[in-house]
């Protein structure tokens, strides 16, 4: 188990960027595939992008070419940097972690909000 905590979000207008951190702690990390979700309102919880252990990174057709997910297994953090925001970006969103072996994501942290507004 991991234990996530993200950070970064905030209120952006259209256009502008912005960088989500998600610190993790708990059992090694190095092994876990990492993954940001989101949710807008009124909307189902959607994957946005994920990286596996070995770097390997998959995005959904929304975001591909505007954001990157990255890691830093030295510092236990995963990023997500989001450029060319849209307001359908906006939502609350999700750092998650996924075991060795294991189909769903076990551990998540409490959101971040981003807002992308005039």
């Known amino acids: 188990q991991v234990q996530l905590v993200e950070s970064g979000g905030g209120l952006v207008q259209p256009g502008g960027s912005l960088r989500l951190s998600c610190a993790a702690s708990?059992?090694?990390?190095?092994?876990?595939?990492m993954a940001w979700h989101r949710q807008a309102p009124g909307k189902q919880r959607e994957l946005v992008a994920v990286i596996n252990s070995g770097g390997g990174t998959n995005y959904a057709d929304s975001v591909k070419g505007r954001f990157t997910i990255s890691r830093d297994n030295v510092k236990n953090t995963v990023y997500l940097q989001m450029n060319d925001l849209k307001p359908e970006d906006t939502g609350v969103y999700y750092c998650a972690a996924r075991a060795v072996g294991k189909i769903l994501y076990g551990d998540w942290g409490q959101g971040t909000q981003v807002t992308v507004s005039p």
């Open positions: 708990g059992r090694t990390f190095t092994y876990y595939t």
